[in-house]
């Protein structure tokens, strides 16, 4: 089993920033091992919609094209962290922000996510 642990939502104005975390950890986590680590948001009412993703082992990211250029997804191996700084937040950033794993290489599909955490609020005021 692999644990992450989402932590640093709250509530900003527009415009504003925050940084989230996902800590990962668990006795079968090998920061050795090849893995994705995503985020998902999510408003009520709507499915999961994936945003950005990383590669654990070449710390390379990807992003959608709504978060290019505001948001930025790095990791931290010897902490076994990644970060999301998001900046420029719009209103329509708000939701709940979930961090997911995989095993293996990118994916958007939030089927082939084994691991998730628990979830984070993130509330952008207009």
């Known amino acids: 089993q692999v644990q992450l642990v989402e932590s640093g939502g709250g509530l900003v104005q527009t415009g504003g920033s925050l940084r989230l975390s996902c800590a990962l950890s668990?006795?079968?986590?090998?920061?050795?091992?090849?893995?994705?680590v995503a985020w998902y948001r999510q408003v009520p009412g709507k499915d999961r919609e994936y945003f950005t993703s990383?590669?654990?082992?070449?710390?390379?990211?990807r992003y959608i094209d709504s978060v290019q250029g505001r948001f930025v997804l790095s990791r931290v191996t010897r902490e076994n962290t990644v970060y999301l700084h998001m900046n420029s937040l719009k209103p329509e950033d708000t939701g709940g922000y979930y961090c997911?794993?995989?095993?293996?290489?990118?994916?958007?599909?939030?089927?082939?996510?084994?691991?998730w955490g628990q979830g984070t609020q993130v509330t952008v005021s207009s």
């Open positions: 997911a794993a995989k095993t293996g290489t990118y994916s958007d599909i939030d089927l082939d996510y084994k691991y």
């Open positions: 668990g006795p079968t986590f090998n920061p050795w091992n090849t893995y994705t």
């Open positions: 990383i590669n654990w082992s070449s710390g390379v990211p």
